[in-house]
């Protein structure tokens, strides 16, 4: 089942006022990161702060690289990807966390995205992808948020908000 922002608006405007305001006062809600589902809880829960996991997280993070990979290689030849274009060749690469990456497997990514990536723009994106899965696997919460905050200092590059439908979504 789907979850909209009507549909969790009603379930939380249907809590006794006494739990709505105890759930208000909680430090933190976990949460799909799903603009309905977002949307209703800040509607309803202004006081609470938004969690959002390590999955959701990496699964928008991985999905706005891979559109950027995709409009760069369309802007570049004009067309889709095929086998022996070079973006389309590091698109596993790319989704590879750069820990994980070997010597030979992190200069094969680096001169695919030098013969593919003539602005930089998958480069930018794959760096900012990183350094977010990144924030999520220090030991610190402290350490963490310096490193979001220093990733909000960057702003949202152009093509993430492509990936979520525009910057007005």
């Known amino acids: 089942m789907s979850r909209s922002g009507a549909r969790e608006r009603s379930l939380r405007t249907g809590w006794p006022p006494k739990a709505r305001s105890s759930r208000a006062r909680s430090a933190s809600l976990p949460s799909t990161p799903t603009g309905g589902y977002a949307n209703a809880i800040s509607a309803t829960?202004?006081?609470a702060d938004m969690v959002v996991d390590i999955f959701h997280v990496t699964k928008l993070a991985s999905q706005a690289l891979d559109e950027?990979?995709?409009r760069v290689q369309q802007?570049?030849?004009g067309r889709r990807?095929?086998?022996k274009d070079p973006l389309y060749r590091?698109?596993?690469l790319l989704l590879t966390g750069a820990n994980h990456l070997t010597e030979k497997m992190a200069t094969k990514l680096d001169a695919l995205l030098q013969e593919g990536d003539p602005n930089w723009e998958v480069?930018?994106?794959w760096t900012v992808y990183q350094k977010l899965i990144?924030?999520?696997q220090q030991p610190d919460s402290h350490d963490m948020v310096t490193l979001i905050d220093a990733l909000k200092d960057l702003g949202v590059p152009p093509a993430w908000s492509e990936a979520r439908g525009g910057a007005d979504s």
């Open 45 to 47: 829960l202004k006081e």
């Open 68 to 70: 950027v990979r995709r």
């Open 75 to 77: 802007d570049t030849l």
């Open 81 to 83: 990807g095929h086998a």
């Open 90 to 92: 590091a698109r596993r």
């Open 123 to 125: 480069t930018i994106t």
């Open 134 to 136: 990144d924030a999520y």
